[in-house]
């Protein structure tokens, strides 16, 4: 049985930071790649980042380039999304997914996902 769990989301301030985490058990030999997306009041969910389970192959979505950085730690299972100078159109909640296969920013490309962590950076 795949398990993912997210944690550490919370409310920060403005130009805040917060370190996500996203423990997986039970993880598919078939994914080769993890991501983070994020979902807001009202709209769609988008992508975030993801990374390679190597550490090989890392991408993000402009809008946090610069100021999140996505790693994984392959002995604990576990991928973390370190999210520097937090804004308000940061708020959302947050979720990782286990990419099977196809684009890493298609959300079609993911088989199991987590039930997200909701992170708060008030106006």
């Known amino acids: 049985q795949v398990q993912l769990v997210e944690s550490g989301g919370g409310l920060v301030q403005a130009g805040g930071s917060l370190r996500l985490s996203c423990a997986v058990s039970?993880?598919?030999?078939?994914?080769?790649?993890m991501g983070w997306f994020r979902q807001a009041p009202w709209k769609e969910r988008e992508f975030v980042a993801a990374?390679?389970?190597?550490?090989?192959?890392?991408t993000y979505s402009d809008s946090v380039q610069c100021r999140f950085t996505i790693s994984s730690d392959n002995a604990k299972n576990t991928v973390y999304l370190q999210m520097n100078s937090l804004k308000p159109e940061d708020t959302a909640i947050y979720s990782c997914?286990?990419?099977?296969?196809?684009?890493?920013?298609?959300?079609?490309?993911?088989?199991?996902w987590g039930p997200g962590t909701q992170v708060t950076v008030p106006s």
């Open positions: 997914a286990a990419h099977y296969h196809g684009q890493y920013y298609a959300l079609s490309s993911y088989n199991y």
């Open positions: 039970g993880r598919p030999f078939s994914s080769g790649a």
């Open positions: 990374i390679t389970w190597g550490g090989g192959i890392l």
